[in-house]
């Protein structure tokens, strides 16, 4: 970020640009591991939220610091290496703070716990599984007492044809993992190209000012950040799936709703209103998939890794598909209401094998994406044991859950 200013040469750009993005990647893959693996159990759909709604508050403060640096030094280059200070600052922190266990050495003092805790959970105190676990009869029991603590690196679906790892792009969680990394190509891709576009759709399709235009962009992103924020209080109450269910629909109306209006009727407040729902729409997608996928197995840096991948993919495509449809067909630049509508129906039929798990219900609501504990006669005898973790979580019901962990917990 300290040499955008210095490149005179569009190569030059393309390779500061592209370091940065390298490196975004990298620090948002780990931050978001670190987040999910160092929550208080039963809490991982706050923190992530929490985190996330801060991406949001860049957002919008991003344009505010260009403004900043006109006004102080008459050139917007000057928020890059203001940028790039700040994002100094905060890798101090970390440097201060000390560094929590590796996955692998969590994993091992977890199952050093479990050996001696196996006792008392086979006396009766409950034997604690992943959701998918459960659903398995309890065939994998034992092997989830290798796993160990949440925060371990996915031991506790044993060996596979990944290696072991069960988020392995071929391993027992695929059938959860592909979905999911097409939700975030949609989900991410959306809430970049969304608020790259507004600003041509306000100018180009509307007929409004450049400045109106500018307006409608900074309404889009202050509903978007305000949408993580109440997102992240909300998580404390509410799961993942609820607040996925709660807010996706308002996208879809506010795309909806810019098409079915002309031009001419949409100018104005109707816009901004279209907009502000968009905005509040896409703002809990990528948050709560990760702590959706956490109810599962816990989430390592690989599945972020690809997830990041996807989601970079999405940032790329994404607007450039807007552009085809503006440039090529009759919709215009329409297109942008357009693959906002097709883009939120389609992130709810990924969603659909994610929040069902193994395709089962209890009355219309999902059992909350956590671990719930499972009595041993309910386990099933395949391999017994827990998985390092006994007692109950704090969760209870309202996220995901398979078959099984949905019917022992509704025995209980």
């Known amino acids: 970020m300290v040499f955008v200013a210095s490149q005179t040469t569009l190569l030059g750009v393309v390779l500061v640009f592209g370091a940065s993005a390298l490196t ?52 917007t280059l000057a928020a890059y290496p203001a940028t790039a ?14 560094s929590p266990q590796t996955p692998v050495a969590a994993a091992a003092a977890a199952s050093s716990a479990a050996d001696g805790a196996g006792a008392a959970a086979e006396a009766g105190e409950g034997a604690r599984q992943p959701l998918l676990a459960a659903a398995d009869g309890g065939a994998q029991g034992g092997a989830a007492a290798a796993g160990g603590k949440r925060g371990g ?19 027992p969680l695929a059938r959860v993992l592909w979905p999911a990394a097409a939700f975030v190509f949609l989900s991410v891709g959306l809430e970049v190209a969304f608020g790259g576009w507004t600003t041509v759709y306000a100018t180009r399709w509307l007929g409004q000012s450049e400045a109106d235009g500018h307006a409608l962009t900074s309404a889009y992103w202050g509903a978007f ?29 506010g795309g909806a709703a810019a098409i079915a209006l002309p031009p001419a009727a949409l100018a104005g407040a109707p816009a901004t209103a279209a907009v502000v729902l968009v905005g509040l729409g896409v703002s809990t997608g990528f948050a709560n998939l990760l702590a959706l996928l956490e109810a599962y197995s816990p989430i390592n840096g690989s599945v972020t890794g690809l997830l990041s991948g996807f989601a970079g993919a999405g940032t790329m495509l994404m607007p450039l598909a807007i552009a085809l449809l503006a440039k090529s067909t009759p919709l215009g630049y329409s297109g942008l209401m357009w693959t906002t509508l097709v883009a939120m129906l389609l992130q709810f039929v990924c969603l659909l094998p994610i929040m069902t798990g193994a ?10 994406a956590h671990d719930v504990s499972i009595p041993p006669s309910e386990a099933g005898g395949g391999g017994g044991g827990g998985s390092g973790e006994g007692g109950d979580t704090e969760e209870g019901l309202g996220g995901a859950a398979p078959g099984a962990a949905i019917a022992a917990a509704s025995r209980r």
């Open 24 to 75: 975004w990647n990298v620090v948002n893959t780990a931050g978001n591991v670190l987040c999910l693996s160092q929550s208080p159990e039963g809490h991982s759909s706050l923190m992530i939220n929490l985190v996330n709604a801060l991406f949001g508050v860049g957002a919008l403060c991003a344009p505010l610091l260009a403004e900043l640096c006109i006004s102080l030094w008459g050139s």
């Open 85 to 98: 200070a700040l994002t100094a600052a905060s890798g101090l922190v970390f440097l201060l703070l000390p």
């Open 153 to 171: 690196d996915g031991g506790s679906w044993g060996a596979g044809p990944g290696g072991g790892d069960p988020w392995s792009p071929w391993g």
């Open 225 to 253: 950040t305000a949408g993580r924020v109440a997102a992240a209080a909300a998580a404390a109450a509410l799961s993942p799936s609820a607040l996925l269910l709660a807010s996706m629909p308002l996208a879809l109306a």
């Open 359 to 368: 395709g089962a219900h209890k009355s219309g609501v999902l059992v909350r």
